[in-house]
């Protein structure tokens, strides 16, 4: 087990927009957190990466509680997020972005960055190397010396995901990966995710319902900041309460 | 001792109607526009000076006033589609830029026209200063302190009591909505950009009587007026004034008091303070901050 | 052949042939200058390019190393180069002691706060009658010297700054392309997607802060054994503020701003005061300073990423002032 | 890395700064020569022209050219044309400083200036350097003290000390021992701090309140309750206008009665304008100027007042004031030493040194290896000023 969550809750101004939020997350898994608009699910993931800081509960990630950590430390022990609304490095190339998103897997401090130059620096290197390894895996490496901000939407949201694993993170946090990308490229991206179990874990927010039960091994419903229900996709699909409260009547999982 | 108390007390009066003039025109430009104006304090200079010419021409104060206001206003609206129409988009810091240019390119202006002299303005009523309980204030320094009153009260009534100045505040972050709403932004900072113009002006006129007048003092005019809004807020009405007579009667006190020697440093101080423990102004409600 | 070792070629180059060609001691103190506040401001091209802040304050770093350096010298005979390692390492300890708290604010509230503090230690320079002189400032300062070689001449002292510039350009493009510099560009680009990569943003900010107040130091150091006396006029804010056009004229962001925005600026106001005379006969100051404000103005219109990008046509990184003032 | 450095991008940068050494340099290599032959005399100044002492600065600066152009008018110097260039310092010393090398290069035989102490000390290490004679128009005394290390500097206006004696002169005629001492927080209201402290210690005149306020401050009146407080019978003040006005207008209004007394920073009409009538009574020490009008007709410096005031209010329509005096003198102990010396710095210095008995605004000027001033307090009169008007204190 890599993350268990204990009691979280979160106020906003005596609103609970999370509330005794429970669940775990096993090593090589995803977990697909769903739920209706305005559940909590994106509150979740910040509490989970340190942006906000619960009133109760606990976070044990790898046997440790980590509340009180601000987002680098979460990063730095292994914790790592997309965004729904793209937060790329939009003035910086594909490359660096990836090479930014991979600060943590390197050690040159302020000063030693100054005197050295980059091209003798074998770690720089090494993380250059890495760095055109994951964008050729995804098919972006002729992409790597335009501007991030230059490249199609779809692609953006690949460049984000990549981003986000270049540190080498024991968990990532997806935020509506496949929201605005169209059905060729929301297929290539849940095989990826699928070819990502093996290495790291994952917890995804996603609306796609192709995409939960073709990628998910388990699903947690929220709803009003609370857990209705979690179990595989086979039994969340079949579960009346989800079906009520998410779904709807009207609507049918394919 | 009552009576340096209260002496003490008129000078932090007087100075402090003199930033929250300042501070009242900036705020209500940073409200309407998003823009800190850096060029305020040559509008209240340029503003002076045509007095200071209208009045050499033999005009009464009662003329030379409104006439002022309205060629400064006449500039401000100038100035605005010359330079801030023009820059739509830019960044905060390009904003803050391009008011620097105008402000150097004003206090040229000035220096040329009018050049280096320092000239003052006739006070707006005849008379030697009023006693009391046996400290002296000078009649001007109330014309001051009502006029910081009724542009308060003005903007007050604008900004929180009309439709129009709550969606103009609104508008500030919210463009798109703005448009939807029947405002047009760049008429909007037009008129912000007249009236900042025209408040300098009135400004300049009115505390020409005791300030005098030169061509250079508008940067510093501009730096007290930011110190007072700041204290205030920043971006509230009431805080610019309140802020300016805390400022005005903080340096009056500790120059009177401890030493004239270090009444910038405590008013610079308590600003720094300020900004790093109640960013909301010292009189604002606890929120979170936009900016 | 790599472009770094191009770029050190063609900077010694131009170094060794203006100390040989020229010999306007006018031209030199004009290229001293340029230097020296190039030198400020790559580091605040740091802060505000990369880091993402922006500091209205920077004269009271530049006044600290200076008389740091002429304190040190004129009243405690410190040899000249201690002198100078002090004048940088001091308004580096203040920026370190003051940046934490100060970093905290955002955008104007910061530019006020720093504009504060400028103005603070502009007045301990006033006031600090015992030790700096009060207004009337120091004067006698010695030459920079290492050992028995003193740097007395023009000619020597632009050999010195523009080595120490062409170093710290070095230095400032490994750095801009090594992890940190990454680090730092992606806080201005998005802080929150930095902090989740693993970035420390306070604590870099600070870094760049301290950085920026070195370089500053340095400067300053420099200014005082240059012109050998030193008043409390030349740190006030409007240097601070000079500093920051300097920065923005040139562009934020780019490897040659810094420079070319130190030196068009101190270029400029030179350029208008031998031009504009021939233009207006008989104009003085009056014009100079109406046609630099104008020109401050249509640059920041029209060209608000700065002059670099006037350079930059084939630049393969187009839209980056969009992308920045896109941004929410 | 590849694209880490573009180098091409150094090329505009480079061809910048040629251009600029290209513009600056060829500035410097015209010379002209009269339709006799005879080459200029080439004279630099350095003057404040704008920025925080320009109201120095302005006068000093028509002054000069108004002097140049008579000197022309009557042939120059011993038939050479005099070329005066005068640069604007934007009162910063760094500006001072490129400024100075500027006119050195192009081949100035003296420079005068600057307005102000600040920019004038930033000077000196480069015309003690470059052997260049200087005439500062400022009146800080360490301008030209030590003269063991000011050998090139010169400077006109009358030093604080001259000025500081008339007032010591005066308390001590009137039987005041008490006074408060109020200045303008910058060099100028710092030295006069200075010497008179010195000087009333010697005088057994004690400082029972010191005061500062800002040149930009808009109320003086919280240092003036102070003032008011410490039972002092005189106030002294060193400051110039605007301050000094608002400070006296303050005064008035406060219903304050002991005597004020201003330095001769206020020595200029405008002063009393902006003062608006609370001016009157105020008293203070200034060059013979201001009062040219009264001093008796037998004073050898009547005849040259009378001529600088004419000559100026014709061309300028404004009278002279102290700061245009300065220069005054400036231009004709330089022209006088070039006189005798011809196109040699060394020997210009020399002469200036030897300078005896000219008469100028200033004074009689007397110069010598220990005085690079030559001014004697006879060089100032203590004025009191009535209905506007300066009148002197017999």
């Known amino acids: ?126 993380i250059r190397t890495e760095a055109l390894f994951l964008l050729e895996e995804i098919g972006l490496a002729e992409m790597a010396e335009l501007p991030a901000a230059a490249l199609p939407f779809g692609k953006q949201r690949l460049l984000e995901i990549v981003r986000a694993l270049a540190s080498e993170p024991s968990l990532i946090l997806f935020d509506e990966p496949a929201a605005g990308l169209n059905i060729v490229e929301t297929e290539t991206l849940t095989n990826y995710l699928k070819h990502l179990k093996k290495r790291t874990s994952m917890i995804l927010i996603e609306h796609d319902m192709e995409t939960i039960m073709e990628a998910a091994d388990r699903i947690v419903v929220l709803d009003f900041g609370r857990v209705i229900a979690q179990g595989t996709p086979a039994e969340i699909q079949v579960n009346p309460e989800v079906i009520k409260a998410y779904l709807g009547e009207d609507e049918q999982i394919a | 001792m009552g ?27 940073f409200n309407i526009t998003g823009i800190l104006n850096l060029a305020q304090g040559e509008f209240v200079v340029i503003g002076a000076l045509i007095a200071v010419s209208l009045c050499s021409i033999g005009m009464p104060m009662i003329v030379v006033f409104p006439v002022s206001i309205l060629l400064a206003a006449l500039l401000g609206g100038l100035i605005e589609r010359l330079t801030i129409n023009r820059a739509r988009g830019a960044s905060n810091l390009n904003m803050l830029i391009i008011t620097i240019g105008i ?45 910081a009153v009724v542009n308060f009260a003005g903007m007050y009534l604008f900004f929180e009591h009309t439709y129009w100045g709550k969606a103009v505040k609104a508008s500030v972050n919210n463009r798109t909505g703005a448009r939807l709403q029947g405002i047009n932004p760049h008429t909007i900072s ?87 423990f109640r960013p909301e102004g010292i009189i604002g409600a606890k929120r979170e901050r936009k900016i | 052949m790599k472009k770094t070792t191009i770029f050190g070629i063609i900077i010694l180059l131009f170094i060794l042939i203006v100390s040989l060609v020229v010999k306007s001691n006018y031209l030199f103190s004009i290229l001293i200058i340029i230097g020296l506040y190039a030198i400020i401001v790559q580091g605040l091209g740091i802060l505000m390019g990369y880091a993402g802040q922006v500091s209205f304050g920077h004269a009271a770093f530049y006044g600290l190393g200076a008389y740091t350096a002429a304190i040190l010298t004129t009243r405690y005979h410190w040899p000249t180069i201690a002198a100078l390692l002090a004048a940088i390492i001091l308004p580096g300890t203040i920026a370190a002691l003051i940046g934490r708290q100060t970093l905290k604010l955002r955008e104007l509230y910061l530019a006020l706060a720093t504009l504060g503090f400028g103005i603070l230690v502009f007045i301990a320079f006033n006031e600090g009658r015992e030790f700096t002189g009060g207004p009337s400032g120091i004067s006698s300062i010695p030459f920079l010297n290492i050992g028995s070689f003193a740097f007395d001449s023009d000619r020597k002292f632009f050999v010195l700054v523009w080595a120490v510039l062409a170093l710290l350009l070095l230095g400032i493009n490994n750095l801009v392309h090594s992890r940190t510099g990454r680090a730092l560009r992606a806080i201005r680009e998005s802080e929150y997607a930095a902090e989740n990569a693993g970035i420390d943003s306070a604590s870099l900010k600070l870094q760049a802060f301290i950085f920026s107040a070195l370089l500053a130091g340095l400067a300053g150091g420099l200014y005082a054994f240059y012109i050998t006396f030193i008043s409390p006029a030349a740190f006030s804010y409007h240097a601070s503020i000079e500093f920051v056009l300097m920065a923005v004229v040139g562009g934020l962001g780019t490897f040659w701003g810094p420079l070319l925005g130190a030196a068009v600026i101190v270029a400029l106001s030179e350029i208008l005061r031998e031009v504009v005379p021939l233009l207006i006969p008989g104009a003085g100051g009056e014009y100079q300073i109406i046609i630099y404000g104008i020109i401050l103005i249509l640059l920041m219109v029209y060209k608000p990423e700065g002059l670099s990008s006037l350079g930059a046509v084939f630049d393969r990184s187009p839209k980056r002032a969009e992308q920045n003032t896109n941004k929410q | 890395m590849k694209k880490s450095i573009k180098s091409w991008k150094f090329i505009p940068c480079l061809v910048l700064l040629l251009a600029l050494s290209l513009i600056v340099g060829g500035c410097g290599t015209n010379s002209q020569t009269d339709a006799a032959g005879k080459e200029a005399y080439k004279i630099g100044a350095v003057i404040d022209i704008s920025g925080n002492s320009s109201s120095l600065g302005v006068p000093e600066r028509d002054t000069l050219k108004m002097m140049e152009e008579q000197l022309n008018a009557k042939g120059g110097i011993n038939g050479h044309p005099v070329e005066l260039e005068i640069l604007d310092n934007k009162s910063t010393e760094q500006e001072a400083v490129t400024a100075v090398k500027g006119l050195i290069d192009k081949g100035v035989l003296a420079v005068i200036g600057c307005s102000s102490s600040g920019p004038s000390m930033a000077m000196i290490p480069t015309v003690q350097n470059a052997k260049i004679p200087m005439i500062s128009l400022a009146a800080a005394s360490s301008i030209v003290e030590p003269v063991s290390e000011r050998q090139w500097v010169f400077k006109t206006p009358q030093s604080d000390i001259v000025m500081v004696n008339k007032i010591i002169g005066y308390l001590q005629s009137n039987n005041l021992q008490k006074v408060a001492f109020m200045s303008m927080n910058n060099s100028y209201g710092d030295g006069g701090k200075k010497t008179f402290a010195v000087a009333a210690k010697e005088s057994n005149i004690t400082i029972v309140a010191e005061e500062k306020f800002a040149a930009d401050d808009k109320d003086m009146t919280p240092q003036l309750t102070r003032v008011k407080a410490s039972g002092s019978q005189a106030v002294i003040v060193w400051a110039i206008p605007p301050s000094a006005s608002i400070l006296t207008k303050n005064f008035k209004d406060m219903g304050l009665t002991i005597p004020l007394i201003h330095s001769h920073g206020v020595g200029n009409q405008n002063f009393i304008d902006l003062a608006q009538g609370a001016a009157d009574g105020v008293i203070l020490p200034i060059g013979k100027l201001a009062v040219a009008d009264q001093i008796s007709a037998d004073d050898p410096q009547k005849k040259v007042l009378d001529n600088y005031i004419t000559d100026y209010t014709k061309k300028y329509n404004s009278a002279p004031n102290s700061f245009g005096g300065y220069a005054v003198d400036a231009f004709n102990l330089l022209v006088n030493a070039i006189e005798k010396a011809g196109a040699d710095r060394t020997a210009i210095r020399d002469q200036l040194e030897k300078t005896q008995g000219y008469t100028g605004i200033s004074g009689i000027f007397n110069m010598s290896a220990q005085d690079h001033n030559g001014l004697k307090p006879d060089s100032a009169v203590m004025v009191r000023i009535e209905n506007g008007k300066w009148k002197l204190i017999k």
Request: charge should be positive; proline fraction near 3%.
């Open chain 1, 1 to 126: 087990m890599i993350l268990k969550l204990n009691e979280i809750t979160k106020y906003f101004g005596g609103i609970a927009a999370v509330e005794d939020v429970e669940f775990e997350v096993k090593e090589g898994n995803i977990v697909a957190l769903i739920g209706p608009n305005g559940a909590g699910k994106t509150t979740l993931f910040n509490i989970i990466t340190g942006a906000l800081s619960p009133n109760q509960g606990s976070i044990i990630y790898k046997g440790k509680d980590m509340i009180g950590n601000k987002p680098f430390q979460m990063a730095s022990a292994g914790i790592t997020r997309t965004f729904q609304n793209l937060q790329l490095f939009g003035g910086m190339t594909v490359l660096e972005n990836i090479m930014a998103g991979a600060y943590l897997r390197g050690k040159k401090g302020f000063l030693q960055s100054f005197y050295t130059l980059p091209r003798k620096c074998s770690e720089e290197k090494r």
């Open chain 2, 3 to 29: 009576e340096q108390l209260l002496q003490l007390l008129f000078s932090g009066l007087t100075v402090g109607s003199i930033y929250s003039l300042m501070g009242l025109s900036i705020v209500s430009l």
């Open chain 2, 190 to 276: 037009l008129l912000a950009f007249v009236t900042a113009g025209g408040l300098g002006a009135a400004a300049g006129v009115s505390i020409g009587p005791i300030t005098m007048v030169t061509y250079d003092m508008g940067f510093m005019l501009g730096v007290k007026g930011f110190v007072a809004a700041a204290i205030g807020g920043l971006s509230n009405v009431s805080g610019a004034v309140i802020g300016g007579l805390f400022l005005g009667i903080l340096e009056a006190f500790s120059s009177g008091l401890i030493s004239s020697s270090l009444k910038d440093a405590i008013s610079i101080i308590i600003l720094i303070l300020v900004l790093l």
């Open chain 2, 103 to 147: 402000s150097i390119s004003l206090r040229g202006l000035a220096l040329l026209i009018w050049g280096t002299d320092t000239y003052s303005l006739p006070a707006f009523t005849k008379g030697g200063p009023l006693f009391l309980g046996g400290a002296a204030l000078n009649p001007q320094s109330i014309w001051i302190f009502a006029l």
